[in-house]
């Protein structure tokens, strides 16, 4: 059985991610990744992507609704400077195709919360802040599965 839209597009950016994040040989250090974390991070550098609601932007008379789903995308980096360069990283993950492979029709960021220390156990003066995305997609009305 086929994976809800969502989800499909969810595992998407979590691939995306892994794949940007990881180590290229470019001298940037791997990130620690993890999807819908059960314990609390304690990484000096990670992202945590959680699954978030969505709401229906567009009801029609066809069988065809749109989307909007929201995923939150927590960040964790020791300074400053450091979490504005894995918030880059993240932000050309995400914009090297905001469909996902045709998935979605967009995806663009909502927000960014105010860095802040304090998040990562152990470890009280790193920056912790969540980036959410929406991406915008249809879907069948009478079968999340299919679009």
């Known amino acids: 059985m086929p994976l809800a839209v969502r989800e499909q597009i969810l595992a998407a950016l979590f691939a995306r991610l892994g794949d940007r994040l990881g180590l290229r040989g470019d001298g940037q250090d ?31 008379t066809t069988r065809d609704s749109a989307y909007i789903l929201g995923a939150e995308l927590e960040l964790f980096a020791p300074d400053g400077p450091a979490f504005n360069e894995l918030y880059a990283r993240v932000r050309a993950a995400i914009d090297l ?24 156990a152990g470890h009280p003066d790193v920056l912790g802040a969540v980036l959410t995305l929406d991406v915008e997609f249809w879907t069948r009305d009478d079968d999340v599965r299919a679009q």
């Open 30 to 60: 791997d990130v620690p990744l993890r999807r819908n974390p059960s314990a609390a991070q304690e990484q000096l550098t990670a992202v945590d992507l959680y699954d978030g609601g969505h709401d229906i932007e567009v009801g029609s």
């Open 97 to 120: 195709d905001r469909t996902f492979g045709g998935l979605a029709n967009n995806a663009k960021e909502r927000s960014l919360t105010q860095p802040s220390p304090g998040t990562t």
